[in-house]
């Protein structure tokens, strides 16, 4: 599996810095968290992985492939999905039909006339779903439409639509944002599940630091655009930086 790496990346909006020479690389098959204060750079970061904004300097390299000189449609299908802070889920179809959204990335040309000519294509990208579902516990919600589920629910069709298209590296927005604390323990143990089960890589921005600290295997703090440690959890916590810019007293954290 290919590591991510992200070399000095720069880039900012309207005179304000998003991303102030930012570099770190994603080893193959950890779970690695970037946390930091609203307005630190996470969600910019992960719109230039997507190629969704578009760096002034800097490289971010996929297996060896820079994802800048990548067209925007064309970075899922070098192996990395996304999921989103504000769900993309479409209320009036099943949940199955919903997670089956994902497996278009695969779907050659070919395989569509097979899927208007047979059934069995449409069965195996059952299959695929129904396993991926079941592993985050919600296989027995397939046929019940997505409009009315609890928001937990809805949270992970979308890990699972992601899931489906068979990704190396998924990109986690926010995953616990909403949860109540047992779901949040549930989506811990799906995140690690992610990672020793189906053998993905896993980059999570996440507030949660409960949840960071027990899923994590190495942490980015950003703050004001700029790395202020990278490490593991504990030497994270216990970095002074830390403590001022994220961990200290008046935080949530």
């Not at 449409?122 to 019940?144: C, Q, S, T, Y």
Request: net charge positive; hydrophobic share 45%; with cysteine.
């Amino acid at each position: 599996m290919p590591d991510l790496l992200i070399d000095n990346l720069h880039i900012h909006f309207d005179g304000v810095i998003a991303l102030d020479d930012v570099s770190l690389t994603v080893k193959s098959g950890e779970i690695f968290s970037l946390i930091g204060p609203n307005g630190s750079g996470k969600s910019t970061l992960f719109n230039c992985i997507n190629g969704f904004n578009r760096p002034r300097k800097g490289a971010i390299r996929f297996g060896g492939i820079n994802l800048l000189r990548k067209k925007t449609h064309e970075i899922p299908l070098l192996g990395i999905a996304r999921t989103f802070q504000n769900l993309q889920n479409v209320p009036y179809m099943t949940v199955l039909d919903n997670v089956l959204l994902g497996a278009h990335l695969r779907i050659s040309k070919r395989d569509t006339v097979k899927r208007w000519l047979s059934r069995k294509q449409r069965v195996a990208e059952e299959a695929l779903a129904l396993e991926i579902m079941d592993l985050l516990g919600i296989a027995n919600f397939e046929r019940k439409y997505l409009l009315g589920q609890p928001f937990g629910i809805r949270k992970l069709v979308e890990i699972a639509r992601a899931l489906v298209s068979r990704p190396k590296l998924i990109l986690l927005d926010e995953p616990a944002a909403g949860m109540n604390d047992q779901e949040t323990i549930e989506i811990a143990k799906i995140i690690t599940e992610i990672r020793n089960e189906l053998g993905i890589t896993v980059l999570v921005v996440e507030h949660d630091m409960r949840l960071v600290m027990r899923i994590s295997d190495r942490i980015c703090v950003l703050d004001s655009g700029k790395v202020i440690t990278i490490g593991k959890p504990d030497e994270v916590k216990q970095h002074p930086e830390v403590v001022k810019v994220f961990l200290g007293e008046g935080t949530d954290a």
